[in-house]
């Protein structure tokens, strides 16, 4: 994640990375350390966010137990029970609602329809339709964030794919937000 904010490199490289999986070194104590606790906090939400789409792409792409989220959950550093929860809430929603999120981006895109997109793609899209649509987090950080997932786990195009069917989604959910 080069040029990335210091929040980001946080939440993608060092905070509740499963077991053998951070990919640098880094002093996460001195990291925390150095930011604001605002700061703090959204790095942590950046992190449980990505961890719930590393283990619903996990469930996903496995035999769709969402009952193994704690399982797959064991090990990783620093999951608190508040967090641990959260992350199982957001698994388990967006595995649970995938149907409602398909059935929506094929009436958006009826060229790419869920089977046809790949599983990262597929996983982001998910978690984030359901984050918006249960109103759990603020639907434009939603898209950004999901966007952010797409650049460091996707390919080159995913970004911008996935932006424009957060955009309209979030053009349905929040329809005052259009600007004319």
């Known amino acids: ?12 490289e060092a ?3 499963p077991p053998g999986i951070r990919e640098q ?6 990291e925390l350390a150095s930011i604001s606790p605002a700061e703090r ?14 283990v619903l792409y996990e469930v996903d792409a496995g035999s769709g137990d969402v009952g193994r989220v704690r399982e797959l959950l064991a090990g990783v550093e620093g999951l608190g029970p508040v967090i641990l929860e959260r992350i199982a809430t957001l698994v388990h929603g967006a595995y649970e609602h995938r149907a409602e999120a398909d059935a929506e981006f ?7 329809p869920a089977h046809r997109q790949a599983a990262v793609d597929r996983a982001i899209l998910r978690l ?5 649509s249960a109103g759990l987090a603020p639907v434009r950080v939603v898209v950004s964030e999901a966007v952010e997932l797409a650049k ?9 794919f996935i932006n424009a069917l957060l955009d309209r989604v979030l053009k349905r959910l929040c329809p005052e937000e ?3």
């Not at 994640?1 to 993608?12: E, K, Q, W």
């Not at 070194?25 to 001195?30: F, I, P, Q, R, Y």
């Not at 906090?41 to 449980?48: G, K, L, M, S, T």
Request: proline share 5%.
């Open 41 to 54: 906090e959204r790095a942590f939400h950046i992190a449980a966010r990505r961890l719930a789409f590393q």
């Open 178 to 180: 259009v600007k004319e």
């Open 15 to 17: 905070l509740l990375q």
């Open 1 to 12: 994640m080069s040029g990335a904010d210091p929040i980001h490199r946080l939440a993608f």
């Open 106 to 112: 094929q009436t958006l895109a009826p060229d790419w």
């Open 128 to 132: 984030a339709h359901y984050e918006m």
């Open 152 to 160: 460091h786990f996707s390919t080159e195009k995913s970004p911008a």
């Open 25 to 30: 070194h880094l002093d996460t104590e001195k």
